[in-house]
């Protein structure tokens, strides 16, 4: 079965550092991998997908992330954080069933320190 | 992108009575939606997956009767809970995808809606 994991519950950074938020996941064929994320009492919002193509994926916010087929990765990364960036990030991977659902993991919360 | 309106954004209720959450997708069509339950400081946990026309789909462990799902059209998909009792407090979002997308596009997401029970 499809699966995402995001192994960190907490990231801290400083404003004007990068960022890292971590994801890995697991799946049987080809993986369409999103990243969103979520403000307080929001819904989500896309930031980015990986389908096929490049590794490296540019997306909403100067958000990118990079698949990596060999360590099953994909992480989401920032060159340099914002205080604004503070907010819930969820991994997602499609389900490769009939209905393609999306499998989130269990979130990161981002916390960007000025 | 596309755009999903969720409806009430919050709501409180008494024990024992029944609210109704809609989901339109406003500039595009979707067969199906998705309805999202979470927790405080939780991941998002799929309830079910609602089909234009047809039933919708639980997740095990999720009441049916409880949680009654309508997608009586391409663009409106709602959510009853039924004699809501402050267990069921919680936020709740749905999700569409446009069904002319590819199917590697994107979901979008309402809003959402926190639910408290009284």
């Known amino acids: 079965a499809q699966s995402v994991a995001q192994p960190e519950d907490q990231v801290k950074v400083a404003e004007g550092n990068p960022l890292t938020v971590k994801c890995t996941y697991s799946?049987?064929?080809?993986?369409?991998l999103f990243w969103y994320v979520q403000y307080p009492n929001r819904g989500l919002q896309f930031l980015l997908k990986?389908?096929?193509?490049?590794?490296l994926v540019k997306g909403s916010y100067g958000f990118e992330a990079e698949f990596n087929k060999s360590q099953t990765s994909f992480h989401l990364k920032k060159p340099s954080a914002l205080v604004s960036d503070s907010a819930l990030y969820f991994c997602a991977v499609r389900d490769e069933g009939a209905t393609n659902k999306l499998i989130f993991g269990t979130g990161t919360l981002l916390a960007v320190q000025p | 992108g596309a755009v999903v309106s969720q409806h009430p954004s919050r709501v409180i209720c008494k024990s024992g009575t029944s609210v109704k959450i809609e989901c339109r997708s406003l500039d595009f069509q979707a067969t199906t939606m998705f309805w999202y339950r979470q927790f405080p400081k939780q991941s998002l946990m799929l309830m079910a997956t609602s089909n234009e026309g047809s039933k919708a789909t639980y997740e095990q462990g999720v009441e049916k009767d409880k949680f009654l799902i309508n997608h009586a059209s391409l663009t409106l998909s709602t959510l009853t809970v039924t004699s809501a009792h402050p267990e069921d407090s919680s936020f709740y979002i749905c999700?569409?995808?446009?069904?002319?997308?590819?199917?590697?596009?994107?979901?979008?997401f309402g809003q959402g809606t926190r639910l408290t029970v009284v």
């Open positions: 999700s569409a995808r446009d069904r002319l997308g590819a199917a590697a596009s994107e979901a979008f």
């Open positions: 799946v049987s064929g080809n993986p369409y």
């Open positions: 990986y389908i096929t193509g490049d590794n």
